[in-house]
């Protein structure tokens, strides 16, 4: 069931599919955006349907502005972290992610990968200089990743930006690695 508040078409079906974030929050659909932008623009969408100012209107209202705000807020993370953008561009342009894993990424990257994992875990605790080494060498790894993929994407060459964009997954989870141990 669709349903339209204030000019904004929400589908309202239990299950439905989830809606176009580009065009909610009035971006183009790319990997590089304006953060900055997109941080105003959830605001200004957050504030406009809220369900608190629903409170008293019929029963549909108030259950179409709640799902708006559910997917302002899902269309908000998702489009503001880059492993996540990547993720969503790439099915935005039809990318069969499953068959994309199974291909998988090239020996050379997994073996690097395999190899800053070990570096990382390798490091005696206190060992603040090392510990700030392998950070450094990973945020390059990711860096270059992501900026593989940004290129492929403008390119319109999916097959390569969903291999980037595999990598970018890798390398994001060895960053998270990182921050832990360096707590």
Not at 11 to 31: C, K, M, Q, V, W
């Amino acid at each position: 069931m669709r349903r339209e508040l204030h000019g904004l078409t929400v589908n309202a079906t239990a299950g439905a599919t989830s809606r176009d974030y580009f065009s909610l929050f009035h971006i183009e659909p790319n990997f590089k955006i304006d953060e900055i932008a997109l941080e105003q623009v959830y605001h200004s969408l957050l504030s406009q349907f809220h369900p608190d100012r629903y409170a008293g209107k019929p029963q549909v209202e108030q259950r179409v502005a709640a799902q708006l705000c559910a997917d302002i807020n899902a269309g908000y993370r998702t489009l503001l972290g880059e492993v996540t953008r990547a993720h969503y561009l790439l099915q935005h342009n039809g990318v069969d992610l499953k068959a994309a894993e199974r291909e998988g990424v090239g020996a050379d990257f997994l073996m690097t990968q395999i190899i800053l994992r070990e570096r990382l875990e390798s490091i005696a605790e206190g060992d603040q200089a090392g510990h700030q080494a392998v950070a450094c060498e990973i945020d390059e790894h990711y860096s270059l990743s992501r900026d593989r993929f940004a290129e492929a994407a403008q390119a319109a060459a999916w097959h390569d930006a969903a291999r980037y964009w595999q990598e970018m997954c890798y390398l994001a989870k060895l960053v998270d690695a990182t921050d832990a141990r360096g707590r």
